[in-house]
T-cell receptor, first 110, second 114 residues
Framework: GDSVTQMEGPVTLSEEAFLTINCTYT??????LFWYVQYPGEGLQLLLK?????DKGSNKGFEATYRKETTSFHLEKGSVQVSDSAVYFC?????????FGKGTMLLVSP | KAGVTQTPRYLIKTRGQQVTLSCSPI?????VSWYQQTPGQGLQFLFE???????NKGNFPGRFSGRQFSNSRSEMNVSTLELGDSALYLC?????????????FGSGTQLSVL
């Protein structure tokens, strides 16, 4: 079945550091891929998405590229801010539902 | 436009009890999905409702059930609560069924089973 594997956290960075959160997936076919973000005490918000191979999703300085060859969708940001502290979930759209990774907590210190 | 509203925000129950959680989708959205979030298992799909009909169900025991009303509001029920049911229960709505790319999530109901 479908599965998503994310790097375990927490990821601890200083403000303005470069961020990478790894995500790989297993699925039949070529599913759409997503990154969701969950701030403390809130639900999930869609951060970015890519619907086909080589697509790059981007939003709020975050980027991720759909790599079919490596079945990956790594999240990157060039310069993180304290306000980016949250839990980040990689997900894929399967036949009938979304399959999520277990989430990676990001902590950014001033 | 109001977002997805889940009530109550927090619940404390004891083993063996039952609980009902409520979700009001974004106005105009007809599909409601439910997810369970735990530290160990992450986010797991419970079920999806569209036009008062359950379209999909995840791999959860029959103690977990749901329904959707004609105004698209949805409830989920868990009977005979177990300690392992402690989790954040998230509801998500979308305009149509099976539209995984346009899901809007509520803030969740945090259920603690003692």
């Amino acid at each position: 079945g479908d599965s998503v594997t994310q790097m375990e956290g927490p990821v601890t960075l200083s403000e303005e550091a470069f961020l990478t959160i790894n995500c790989t997936y297993t699925a039949t076919g070529y599913p759409s891929l997503f990154w969701y973000v969950q701030y403390p005490g809130e639900g999930l918000q869609l951060l970015l998405k890519a619907t086909k191979a080589d697509d790059k999703g981007s939003n709020k300085g975050f980027e991720a590229t759909y790599r079919k060859e490596t079945t990956s969708f790594h999240l990157e940001k060039g310069s993180v801010q304290v306000s980016d502290s949250a839990v980040y979930f990689c997900a894929l759209a399967g036949y009938s539902t979304l399959t999520f990774g277990k989430g990676t907590m990001l902590l950014v210190s001033p | 436009k109001a977002g997805v509203t889940q009530t109550p925000r927090y619940l404390i129950k004891t083993r063996g009890q039952q609980v009902t959680l409520s979700c009001s989708p974004i106005s105009g959205h007809r599909s409601v999905s439910w997810y369970q979030q735990t530290p160990g298992q992450g986010l797991q799909f419970l079920f999806e409702y569209f036009s008062e009909t359950q379209r999909n169900k995840g791999n959860f025991p029959g103690r977990f059930s749901g329904r959707q009303f004609s105004n698209s509001r949805s409830e989920m029920n868990v009977s005979t609560l177990e300690l392992g049911d402690s989790a954040l229960y998230l509801c998500a709505s979308s305009l149509e069924a099976g539209v995984r790319e346009k899901l809007f999530f509520g803030s969740g109901t945090q259920l603690s089973v003692l």
